[in-house]
């Protein structure tokens, strides 16, 4: 079955470097387009980066540009987010997830098939 497995998560200070990693398996990863979300409480799931298939091509939500880079591994089939210089409200529950769909479509949440079950952010000083 697929699994999307997120780790890599923790507390971190203002400042500090942070990365999460996704493992897939149970699908043809480089045939997926990958995504990473975020959700703090009260709040809607956010987009955060994703990135194609083939690795070339990259889209950041504004909040993060600059900041987070997002890659992809196709031979271990992981994908990675590098949080630089992290703020207070990075604090979230971090998803990463799926899609076949068209690349365009990937900043928003109803374009992903498969969803990871999250790995808590927390920035805090």
């Known amino acids: 079955q697929v699994q999307l497995l997120e780790s890599g998560g923790g507390l971190a200070q203002p400042g500090d470097s942070l990365r999460l990693e996704c493992v897939v398996s149970?699908?043809?990863?480089?045939?997926?387009?990958m995504g990473w979300f975020r959700q703090a409480p009260g709040k809607e799931r956010e987009f955060v980066a994703s990135?194609?298939?083939?690795?070339?091509?990259?889209y950041y939500g504004h909040t993060v540009k600059g900041r987070f880079t997002i890659s992809r591994d196709n031979a271990e089939n992981t994908v990675k987010l590098q949080m630089n210089s992290p703020k207070l409200e990075d604090t979230a529950v971090y998803y990463c997830a799926a899609t076949r769909k068209m690349f365009i479509e990937t900043m928003t949440v109803p374009t992903y098939e498969y969803w990871g079950q999250g790995t808590q952010v927390t920035v805090s000083s």
């Open positions: 149970g699908l043809p990863f480089t045939t997926y387009h």
């Open positions: 990135i194609s298939g083939s690795g070339v091509n990259t």
